[in-house]
């Protein structure tokens, strides 16, 4: 063996001997539920927290390491992205080491620009910095949301983010406002604000908040800590011309133990202060609608403030006190007054092949709403029981009255609408053990709806009095009803699954009083016929079980619901020869799937067959006279449909970046037992549902892309949506099919490229494309819309233009088009905190409104008088 060839062996054998002297360390990194963790770090660390050997986990968890040196205080170290750090000391009797890793909430690093608005992530949390985005022209909080990317706000105070509709509106973690949030967005002076908080998966129940599998979004305010020490708000006082006036007063506390937004506002100058008491939820009793109208009045494609005649008066009160950190008690109350006036005309045309129905009306309403409620809800929220209690009284009386011409026969209408409710809804949620739960849910509501519709002089006299004149007519309707709604829950929570039961029942009673009185000569009253009375009885037993299993990891959340029913229905009208009713067991079953693509990626699909089945609106036979001009009644058995409904999206966002995007679409099949139909002359509308299969198709997609600019500090966003439908009508004894598709394409920006210069845009374009299939009788409606704002400032001076531009087009018919332009002037006196503006709405005195409105088979042009120009004078003193 010559001598280099031994020096190597003896090399690799000192090898071979140090590598066998060395120690090998090994285990396996785990989280919380016991699922392997892929890729984590471990490191072994000296006493100086010096890193003397690394390696990583494989897609087991599992690793292998080399103790290069054996030393006192040596450490080993699994760390990675999402969770808590781990550490365990080396020990020479221990060569395996298992890890058990948290997951931690992390805040990812803010990028840190010069002059630029930055965003920061922690968990399901996005926070926006207001002054980022606020300028010195914005007064309410809402001003600064909609220019946030991936945040729309719409002109009622609603919330969407990312193409989600935002459920709750939190101030400093509490839920003041309930649903109807639109007070907070429009009267929460943004320089209060420090950050809004966008929270994805939001879970307000303590006791669910470790399995939780909610999707819903809710907002936060966190508020400056200057802004908690003291009451603020403002109190504005405003004249102008032709005699108008715009007062109110605003006052907001929100110390840690009290919190409360309250406000006062009146004027008659079309600003609809009513769209605060708009709820965003969802009713725990949905019950029928109003029977009667005062006609088919359509609303004006403009923002409010631009057909609003109104005279109104306003109190919102919202009040919240805290006994502790998880006791509270929340009492909302508001009462709305108001009175409102339109004057339109219309000119309709429905086509039915070889058949043309058209009518010309004319109507002056005069509308008075009163709306009063209050509703009182004691929460408790601990990490062990959770108890609810909404206690909750409403009256809503409506007067209408309208002078009407339809085809040159005029009548005087005036429509009484009262509405009274009174509910309690109770849910208590308790834990059974550390991970099992039991909830407890009662609702209970009673209601009445009494509506009057009389007409003078009497209308239709060949059907309703055998040709002969005569003075009027009285329409009286009544539902009043009973509905409760009982169960109990119980869930068990093991590992990454949750398993729940139900067991419940609802009852609902109801009862349709009905009767059509016509006045012969101003004092002889009489009924017109047994066929125009109702005395129907309805009662709805529903029985109900379900069974539901939710899985849930950092990344899946599934759950999949099988709710089974046993409905018992049975109504009666002796008056009409009906008894009848209908047992039926239902099964709705539904799948909802939520998977993260990435840390800040997510797809949702779902699944859901639903059995519906009518109520008491589908089954009474007596004719009701609608209005002055439609009669509707049923001849057919309780309708029931069932639905095929599947949905789809993708949320997409980087926000450091601040870019967001969404991709959504819906498909839905409707199979029905009983159809409505329409029996159409040049002055009457007469509907009755029959027994007859049919099926409804509709799609609908929707895209949209949020971005900030940040060279140019500018918010764009690009929206665009389609929608189409199939289904049937039935009228004048034809059946035809009818096709449906809808386009809509908006693009805006909020722009603040110049500190003292604000620029804001918006386009809307819409087309509605219609088709009779058989007869190829078609329809079509083309829109578009502008709406652009300067506001300009210059030291303590504001100036403010904004124009809205509104095209109508349609095939054969004249093009509408309109120009309005507001213009207004602010002077800020900051010793005594007021400012003084001067405002001109509708600077070109537009006082004519023409609208186009377009269905399957049926063009209507509407023309309303509107505001013309207003000059206001105000002062605004804020505290």
């Not at 750090?85 to 080491?97: F, G, N, P, R």
């Not at 000569?521 to 125009?532: A, I, K, N, W």
């Not at 949506?721 to 289904?727: A, G, V």
């Not at 652009?788 to 349609?810: C, E, H, M, P, W």
Request: aromatic share 12%.
């Amino acid at each position: 063996m010559n001598k280099p060839i031994c020096l190597c062996f003896i090399i690799n054998l000192l090898v071979c001997f140090s590598a066998l002297a060395q120690k090998q360390l090994k285990g396996k990194v785990s989280d919380a539920n016991g699922k392997p963790v892929d890729a984590c770090i471990i490191n072994i660390k000296d006493q100086e927290d010096n890193i003397v050997n690394y390696t990583r986990t494989n897609d087991k968890g599992a690793f292998t390491l080399t103790l290069p040196k054996e030393e006192a205080g040596l450490k080993l170290e699994a760390k990675i992205l999402g969770y808590a750090t781990e550490t365990l000391d080396i020990s020479a009797q221990k060569d395996s080491y298992n890890f058990i890793l948290k997951e931690k909430e992390m805040e990812l690093k803010t990028v840190e620009i010069k002059n630029r608005p930055s965003l920061s992530y922690n968990g399901d949390t996005l926070n926006y910095r207001v002054s980022d985005f606020s300028d010195k022209q914005d007064r309410s909080i809402g001003d600064v949301l909609k220019k946030m990317p991936g945040v729309t706000v719409e002109e009622n105070g609603k919330i969407s983010y990312n193409g989600k509709d935002v459920k709750n509106l939190y101030i400093d973690g509490d839920n003041l406002l309930n649903d109807k949030y639109g007070i907070g967005t429009k009267s929460i002076p943004h320089g209060a604000v420090d950050k809004v908080q966008v929270i994805e998966n939001d879970q307000p129940i303590k006791m669910l908040q470790k399995n939780n599998n909610s999707d819903d979004v809710a907002i936060n305010l966190q508020i400056k800590d200057d802004a908690k020490l003291k009451m603020m708000g403002d109190i504005k006082a405003g004249l102008g011309l032709p005699e108008k006036f715009d007062g109110s007063f605003n006052g907001m506390l929100f110390k840690k133990d009290t919190k409360f937004v309250n406000s006062i506002k009146g004027n008659n100058a079309g600003i609809d202060a009513s769209s605060e008491l708009t709820s965003f939820g969802f009713a725990a009793n949905p019950k029928p609608s109003a029977f009667l109208s005062a006609g088919s009045v359509g609303v004006p494609t403009l923002p409010a403030n631009r057909t609003l005649f109104n005279n109104l008066g306003i109190a919102n009160l919202n009040n919240l006190f805290k006994f502790n950190k998880d006791l509270q008690l929340r009492a909302n109350m508001h009462y709305l007054y108001d009175k409102q006036s339109m004057a339109y005309n219309r000119f309709s045309e429905t086509y039915l092949g070889n058949q043309t129905i058209s009518y010309q009306e004319t109507q002056y309403n005069t509308l008075q709403p009163q709306r009063l409620k209050g509703q009182f809800t004691l929460n408790q929220n601990k990490e062990n029981t959770y108890l609810n209690n909404a206690l909750t009284a409403e009256y809503n009386p409506i007067k209408t009255i309208s002078n009407v011409v339809i085809n040159q026969i005029a009548a005087n209408q005036v429509l009484r609408q009262e509405m009274f409710d009174f509910s309690n809804d109770l849910n208590y949620r308790f834990k059974i053990s550390k991970n099992n739960t039991l909830n407890l849910y009662s609702f209970i509501d009673k209601s009445a709806q009494p509506e009057n519709l009389g007409i003078s002089p009497g209308i239709n006299a060949d059907i309703l009095n055998n040709n002969q004149p005569y003075a009027g007519l009285n329409q009286k309707v009544n539902i009043p009803a009973f509905y409760t709604n009982n169960y109990a829950a119980i869930s068990f929570a093991k590992g990454q699954f949750t398993h729940s039961y139900k067991l419940g029942l609802n009852y609902q009673n109801q009862t349709l009083n009905s009767n059509l009185i016509k006045n012969l000569d101003g004092s002889t009253q009489t009924e017109v016929d047994q066929s125009m009375k109702n005395d129907l009885n309805w009662n709805k037993l529903n029985y109900y079980a379900e069974s539901s299993v939710e899985y849930s990891t950092g990344r899946t959340k599934a759950n999949l619901a099988l709710p089974l029913s046993w409905i018992d229905i049975n109504y009666k009208d002796d008056l009409q020869n009906v008894n009848s009713g209908l047992e039926k067991l239902i099964f709705n079953p539904v799948f909802r799937l939520q998977q993260k693509v990435g840390r800040e990626n997510e797809f949702n699909i779902n699944y859901a067959f639903r059995n519906n089945v009518g109520n008491i609106t589908d089954v009474y036979h007596g004719t009701i006279l609608k209005n002055y001009r439609s009669f509707f009644s049923n001849n057919a058995p309780l309708s029931e449909s069932n639905v095929h409904n599947f949905g789809g999206s993708f949320n997409y966002k980087k926000a450091v970046k601040m870019f967001f995007a969404n991709l959504g679409a819906n498909y839905s099949i409707i199979n029905n037992n009983t159809i409505s139909s329409y029996q159409l002359t040049n002055n009457t509308q007469e509907r009755i549902v029959l027994p007859l299969k049919n099926t409804v198709r509709s799609l609908n997609t929707t895209a949209g892309i949020s971005k900030y600019l940040f060279d140019i500090s500018t918010t764009v966003n690009l929206n665009a949506s389609y929608s189409n439908s199939s289904f049937n009508q039935l009228q004048n004894n034809v059946l035809l099919p009818y096709s449906s598709n809808n386009y809509q394409y908006k693009f805006g920006f909020e722009s603040r490229f110049i500190k003292s210069l604000s620029i804001t845009y918006e386009g809307l374009f819409n087309q509605s494309f219609n088709t009779a299939k058989q007869t190829q009788v078609k329809t079509s409606f083309n829109q578009f819309k502008q709406n652009a704002g300067v506001r300009y400032s210059i030291k303590d001076i504001s100036f403010f233009l904004n124009t809205d531009y509104l095209l109508t087009y349609q095939k054969d018919q004249p093009n509408l088009s309109y120009v309005f332009a507001d213009f207004s002037v602010r002077y800020r006196i900051a010793k005594i905190k007021t400012d003084i503006d001067f405002v001109v709405n509708n600077l070109f005195n537009v006082k004519k409104f023409e609208a186009i409105y377009v269905s399957a088979n049926n063009y209507s042009n509407g023309s309303y008088n509107i505001p013309g120009r207003i000059g206001l004078l105000k002062a605004t003193f804020n505290y």
